[in-house]
């Protein structure tokens, strides 16, 4: 069975008379249309002199150019490489559930061409009530295979935001063992100021792969047999933290930890958004919220920059670092930015403030106003 994301949205796109066609549509970075209505949109299709010219002085870059130590790669480079075999773009786009955004339905409208979609609710743990847990490493390989995405390919996270889903997904390949994955710096927003043609598909290979990757997490949880599993993984611990891992550190103190989320969360002054979860943090914990990351373009600081904010708070990167958030996703940009400054190893609290502050019986902390 899909999940409630897919479910919804395949049902959506089947009463819609426009998301029928299966014959996809490029249009460009300046098209507009209207959000009135839910099921039908209308476009203005303006002819982009910005894309070819932007086309026309791009170098040609090899995929292998880019480092697995480098985390994101930009706008220009996938460009320049969306056509080479061993590259695979996700659209990995995640809302809060407040902001009422549908990621699939977006995606359907306007996505980089060739992208598939990556369900971050979708492929998730199902043994759990917290929200898009880690999954399996025989339901992520499952899931992954269903996409289409085998081992031998770089992978090209990015989300409707500019950085934000994205780097959580970056995270989970990385923590099944995949190195050849980057987040798209300043994601879809960035590629349509820069120029580029968006693509609109309302059904085919694409949807299909996005439902069948659903469906393959929910058989490997049901122990029914998949289709073959051309993605190979291998389980990194080190970058996972559990329940159990933090309530150690709080004794030990080994690891620095860095929550992600606002320094009104943080503080407990501001009610978090999940029913039932007590505000405030970790004893001992400290707030560098994630948008510090990122510039006014949503793309990743330099070293220098990345570095002044981690001082500023007194972070030392020589040592061990932790970093957790509201629900494991934007915990995942502090890691993005610590990668970017040579710290490769930072693991994320993967149940994140949403299991901890859940917990009835564990220390919270918060910050005198």
């Known amino acids: 069975m899909a999940s409630g994301i897919l479910s919804r949205s395949l049902s959506l796109l089947k009463s819609s008379t426009f998301l029928l066609s299966t014959k996809p549509q490029f249009f460009s970075s300046k098209t507009f249309y209207s959000q009135a209505a839910p099921t039908y949109f209308s476009y203005k299709l303006v002819a982009s002199l910005t894309c ?19 985390p994101v790669v930009s706008v220009d480079w996938l460009h320049a490489n969306l ?40 492929i998730s743990d199902r043994t759990t009530n917290l929200p898009h847990m880690l999954p399996s490493e025989d339901a992520f390989a499952a899931a992954v295979s269903a996409l289409g995405i085998e081992n031998k390919d770089g992978v090209v996270v990015y989300d409707g935001k500019g950085i934000f889903s994205a780097a959580r997904v970056w995270w989970m390949f990385r923590v099944f063992g995949h190195d050849r994955v980057w987040v798209l710096d300043g994601g879809l927003p960035r590629w349509r100021a820069s120029g580029y043609d968006v693509e609109s598909s309302a059904s085919g290979d694409a949807i299909l792969k996005a439902s069948a990757a659903s469906e393959a997490i929910e058989k490997v949880y049901q122990r029914q047999a998949v289709a073959p599993i051309t ?6 611990p080190h970058l996972v933290w559990t329940f159990d891992q933090v309530w150690k550190n709080i004794e030990e103190t080994t690891y620095q930890h860095i929550d992600a989320r606002s320094k009104a969360r943080f503080d407990g002054v501001a009610p978090e958004p999940r029913k039932g979860i007590r505000s405030g943090h970790v004893p001992g914990s400290k707030c560098i919220p994630f948008s510090q990351m990122l510039d006014g373009s949503q793309t990743l600081l330099s070293n220098e920059e990345l570095k002044k904010k981690f001082d500023q708070e007194g972070i030392s990167l020589d040592k061990p670092i932790v970093t957790s958030c509201g629900t494991g996703v934007t915990a995942c940009i502090l890691a993005l930015g610590l990668h970017r400054l040579g710290k490769t190893d930072v693991p994320v609290y993967d149940g994140s403030w949403t299991e901890w502050g859940g917990h009835p019986d564990v220390p919270v902390s918060t910050s005198e106003a």
């Open 52 to 70: 070819r010219m932007a086309s026309s002085r791009v170098a040609t870059f090899s995929t292998q150019s880019v480092s697995s130590n480098e």
């Open 83 to 122: 056509k080479e075999p061993d590259i695979k773009v996700l659209d990995a786009s995640w809302y809060m559930p407040n902001e009422q955004r549908n990621p699939l339905q977006e995606y359907q409208v306007a996505h980089i061409p060739g992208a598939l979609f990556f369900d971050v609710d979708g």
């Open 231 to 236: 993605f190979q993984t291998k389980f990194q």
